[in-house]
Each structure stands twice: as C-alpha cells, then as structure tokens.
C-alpha cells in the first residue's frame, strides 16, 4: 500500500453540489491529519487538520477513521471558488522528528 | 498568511552550475523545510531543519544541501545542477510542535535547468 493515497480526479461537478474526498494512508501509528489546497501554480494552503471526532468549518467537513485508515474531506454547496486540487497530508512519524507525507492530490473542478 | 519569503522566484540555470535558493521567515519558528514538486509525485520532502545548525535529509536529498545559520534562513544549494532539477522547490515552517503541527508554505521558487 502507497504511504499516502488519493483519488487524482478530475472531479467534475456542478455548482451547489457536495463532494467527498478520500484518502488512505498505510501507516496505522500516524497521529496527524491535514487537508491543503492548492491553486494552479501557487504554495499549498492548509484548508483544515483532520481531529479523531470530525470537524467542520463553514461548508467543509474532515473525518477521519482510523480503524480503515482514512480520511476524508466532504465540500457541501460547492462554489466556483472552490475549484482546486486537494492535498492530503499525513504524519508518518518517521524518526524523531516525524516526517508529513503529501498525498499526490485531487483535482476539483466546479462549473457554473 | 505566515510571513515567508522565498527568492528568487523564478531562476533558469545550466547544467553544472551551482544554484542557491533562500527561505526567509520572520515567524521565529524552529521547523524549516524545503520540498520539491513535481507532476505525478507530489510534494517530496528535500531537507528539513530542527534548529540553527541542525538539519536532517528528507526524502530526496541526494544533489542538494542546506545550511541553516540564523533562526530565520535556511538556504537550499545544489552543489552542481542537473535537468532532473527542474522543479517547482517550495520552503515550509512549522511552530515548535514541528512533527505534530502542520506546515505554512513560501510561495515557491520555479527552477529550470537546460
């Protein structure tokens, strides 16, 4: 199994609707979760870290099972603003000083 | 946004020539890390840095050093570039919790070597 895996899209879907992403990763030690955003051509943003009970913010849901070991990011009423890939980030505790694993992305787009 | 600066921009270089890129951060962080990216692998982790004078290799080291000789900077050098250089190379920070905190990004140096 891939450290860190995701669906690499396109997600193709159209304004209003929701979206889910997931990602697996293969370490079951792991302690931290992220979900970035990433615009063409710009520096990866954290859009949200990932919490053993779930968390939201604003239209945005994280979850994450570690029984599966996965997590996931839901996008309700999806705007145009939102078009964008979708960096899964992982902390594979590598040595001492751990070591976050990227997932390679997923690539949203939403049309009018 | 956390205040990172990476320079230059933009560089194309030739081969065999030595290139340098700087992280500049004024957010006194003690994690600092340099990442390339590249289509179809994501985000790989280079260097990273633990502290003034400490740094450790990340996943593709081999080609590159660093040297961290303020809180603040952290320098990326590729001794002698190559085409397999040719990257989009991002700095990151992260607050003392470094391993447990997520990272805050420049907004990346475009390489090309030709």
């Known amino acids: 199994r891939k450290e860190v895996e995701q669906d690499p899209g396109p997600f193709n879907v159209p304004e209003g609707a929701t979206v889910a992403f997931n990602c697996t990763y293969s370490n079951s030690a792991s302690q931290s979760f992220f979900w970035y955003r990433q615009d063409c051509r710009k520096e990866p943003k954290l859009l949200m870290s990932?919490?053993?009970s779930g968390n939201e913010d604003g239209r945005f849901t994280a979850q994450l099972n570690r029984a599966s070991q996965y997590i996931s990011l839901l996008i309700r009423d999806s705007k145009l603003s939102d078009s964008a890939t979708y960096l899964c980030?992982?902390?594979?505790?590598?040595?001492?000083?751990?070591?976050?694993?990227f997932g390679k992305g997923t690539k949203l787009s939403v049309k009018p | 946004d956390a205040g990172i600066t990476q320079s230059p921009r933009h560089k194309v270089t030739e081969t065999g020539t030595p290139v340098t890129l700087r992280c500049h951060q004024t957010e006194n962080h003690r994690y600092m890390y340099w990442y390339r990216q590249d289509p179809g692998h994501g985000l790989r982790l280079i260097h990273y840095s633990y502290g003034v004078k400490d740094t450790d290799k990340g996943e593709v080291s081999d080609g590159y050093s660093v040297s961290r000789s303020k809180t603040e900077d952290f320098l990326l050098t590729l001794e002698s570039a190559t085409s397999s250089q040719t990257s989009v190379y991002f700095c990151?920070?992260?607050?003392?919790?470094?391993?447990?905190?997520?990272?805050?990004f420049g907004n990346g140096t475009r390489l090309t070597v030709t």
């Open positions: 990151a920070i992260s607050d003392p919790e470094g391993a447990q905190s997520p990272l805050h």
């Open positions: 980030v992982v902390n594979m505790f590598r040595g001492s000083q751990g070591n976050l694993i």
């Open positions: 990932v919490y053993s």
